[in-house]
């Protein structure tokens, strides 16, 4: 079983990764902008009303759509999807699902989809 403090530690090793300030997520700067590869799922839990962190669940980027239903597919007690990542190139991790040696394959694509070149040949 992974945990946010897994999520957080392999993701501050790669180059150039900020740690967002107001909620946990974790980007990459890309020409001056910030570009997130890892978040923390904001989960609908009643209608009408926001969205809360589910401190189970992150988000993480892959490189399409294809992919995420590929590993929706082949693995759904760890992964999976909702309507607002409909055409995202995003895939639901949950956390007790996952081991810590998953979270760094995964975190790793999940970096090498967002950095820029220059940083993307120098990851860790």
Not at 19 to 33: H, I, L, N, T, Y
Not at 37 to 45: G, P, T
Not at 103 to 122: F, G, M, N, V
């Amino acid at each position: 079983m992974a945990t946010q403090a897994d999520v957080r530690r392999i993701a501050m090793k790669f180059p150039g990764v900020e740690e967002g300030v107001d909620k946990f997520a974790f980007s990459v700067p890309v020409k001056g902008k910030l570009k997130g590869f890892v978040w923390v799922w904001m989960e609908r839990v009643t209608p009408k009303k926001p969205k809360v962190a589910n401190p189970g669940v992150i988000a993480a980027r892959v490189a399409n759509v294809a992919q995420r239903d590929l590993m929706i597919a082949a693995e759904p007690v760890k992964f999976f999807t909702e309507p607002h990542y409909a055409g995202f190139p995003a895939v639901l991790v949950r956390l007790k699902a996952v081991t810590a040696a998953d979270l760094k394959i995964l975190i790793a694509e999940a970096w090498r989809c967002q950095a820029p070149p220059d940083l993307s040949t120098t990851q860790p």
